[in-house]
T-cell receptor
Framework: GEDVEQSLFLSVREGDSSVINCTYT??????LYWYKQEPGAGLQLLTY?????DMKQDQRLTVLLNKKDKHLSLRIADTQTGDSAIYFC???????????FGRGTSLIVHP | DAGVIQSPRHEVTEMGQEVTLRCKPI?????LFWYRQTMMRGLELLIY????????DSGMPEDRFSAKMPNASFSTLKIQPSEPRDSAVYFC???????????FGQGTRLTVV
């Protein structure tokens, strides 16, 4: 099955860009997702990328996919204090609709 | 749609008591997942259902845990008897075959004292 790894913490200054990285093991993953969890809330889908894409941009968010290295990243431009949250990377293996989540990266944005 | 609805939001119970967590998935979704989140272990998949049928319960920690889905709009996760180490946030999520993205409820924060 899928195994997803990501670093646990990232601290950035307000206004800077944040880059959250993730590696996965299953090369047949069809979709790869980024979820955001704010304190006291459930996970919410931020964005996703289909496995035949290299990049996807959505306003301040840019997702990069390197299939060769099985590496996924989420870049948040002009990071704001409201972006402070836990960010989860997830993948679903080919033919499976069961997302496997990483441990989550806590993004801390300081003034 | 109101999204995935979980109840209660918070539950405090004494060790040894039975606890029942409830979930209403999004209408039309055919997958339902129960997750547990703790600081130590992160987000763990406990069990998932497809079309109301339990498919994989290998993540259920012990026989004290059981889950049911009597119909497409309701599922329960029961812990009997509860123990302090069961304290965690329990999430229910649902999805369909479109893109496989999971929609999460707000979670139930369980504290066993």
């Amino acid at each position: 099955g899928e195994d997803v790894e990501q670093s646990l913490f990232l601290s950035v200054r307000e206004g800077d860009s944040s880059v959250i990285n993730c590696t996965y093991t299953d090369s047949s993953s069809t979709y790869l997702y980024w979820y955001k969890q704010e304190p006291g809330a459930g996970l919410q889908l931020l964005t996703y990328i289909f496995s035949n894409m290299d990049m996807k941009q959505d306003q301040r968010l840019t997702v990069l996919l390197n299939k060769k290295d099985k590496h996924l990243s989420l870049r948040i431009a002009d990071t704001q204090t409201g972006d402070s949250a836990i960010y989860f990377c997830a993948g679903s293996s080919g033919g499976s609709y069961i997302p496997t989540f990483g441990r989550g990266t806590s993004l801390i944005v300081h003034p | 749609d109101a999204g995935v609805i979980q109840s209660p939001r918070h539950e405090v119970t004494e060790m040894g008591q039975e606890v029942t967590l409830r979930c209403k998935p999004i209408s039309g979704h055919d997958y339902l997942f129960w997750y547990r989140q703790t600081m130590m272990r992160g987000l763990e998949l406990l069990i998932y259902f497809n079309n109301n049928v339990p498919i994989d319960d290998s993540g259920m920690p012990e026989d004290r845990f059981s889950a049911k889905m009597p119909n497409a709009s309701f599922s329960t996760l029961k812990i009997q008897p509860s123990e302090p180490r069961d304290s965690a946030v329990y999430f229910c999520a649902s999805s369909n075959r479109n893109r496989g993205e999971a929609f999460f409820g707000q979670g139930t924060r369980l504290t066993v004292v």
